[in-house]
């Protein structure tokens, strides 16, 4: 299984640039825009490592990393923040905070830093779902005999219905997960994004549709 981060950043732009560059290096990233949903989210599910803004909406970051850590000590968290004051630095750490990176930041010494946190050692980076195959490191979907190379966003879209294979997945669910906020729910890019997938698949695709709902990737 690839690694999975979770990236708290209420900020769009700097949200996008972190998990392009963290997809980029093979990891699957989720993320939360306020404290709240950060909270839930790293609560949530499984994560290798979370990315954590201080200046949040609804509730800050220092005190995300406190009801993260009571419950999750053992989850990796660097804080990723303008703020460089020492009493701040000081105040992350300890709350149990494992490093401090501010901002800017450069997106290469940033990886280096997760890598050192990262505890899990990684077997494979391949899911599967069925017969397909889906590489994280090489980007390469693998069907039978079919080699697919996607797009970054083909990759993530079917990334998602591979995670969540047995399951109809909306379109409003995709759009969110896979284009981010803001985008225009009537917008039909999902269903553009699903038929060059599906393309490039071949007669074989595993992608579904499901009326009046979206698309699944049947499981096993
Ligand atoms: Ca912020």
Redesign the pocket.
């Known amino acids: 299984m690839p690694r999975r981060i979770l990236v708290v950043?209420?900020?769009t732009r700097?949200l996008d640039f972190l998990a392009r560059g963290l997809a980029a290096d093979g990891m699957v990233v989720d993320w939360a825009q306020t404290g709240p949903d950060a909270v839930k989210r790293a609560l949530g599910r499984q994560y290798d490592l979370v990315l954590l803004?201080?200046?949040?909406p609804q509730l800050n970051?220092l005190a995300v990393l406190e009801r993260v850590q009571e419950r999750k000590p053992e989850l990796p968290v660097i804080v990723v923040?303008?703020r460089g004051d020492v009493a701040t630095k000081l105040k992350a750490f300890e709350l149990g905070a494992r490093d401090y990176v501010e901002k800017p930041f450069s997106l290469d010494e940033l990886l280096a830093r997760i890598k050192v946190h990262l505890v899990r050692p990684l077997a494979s980076n391949v899911v599967r779902a069925g017969d397909l195959e889906l590489d994280y490191t090489t980007r390469e979907a693998r069907l039978g005999d079919t080699r697919a190379l996607l797009s970054d966003r083909e990759f993530r879209l079917l990334g998602y219905l591979v995670e969540h294979a047995g399951e109809a997945v909306s379109r409003e669910r995709l759009l969110s997960e896979v284009w981010g906020y803001g985008f225009d729910p009537g917008s039909n890019v999902v269903d553009g994004c699903i038929r060059r997938i599906r393309r490039r698949l071949g007669s074989e695709s595993p992608i579904e549709t499901v009326r009046n709902v979206g698309y699944r990737v049947a499981a096993g």
């Not at 803004?53 to 949040?56: F, K, S, Y």
């Open positions: 950043e209420d900020e700097i803004d201080l200046v949040l970051g923040s303008a």
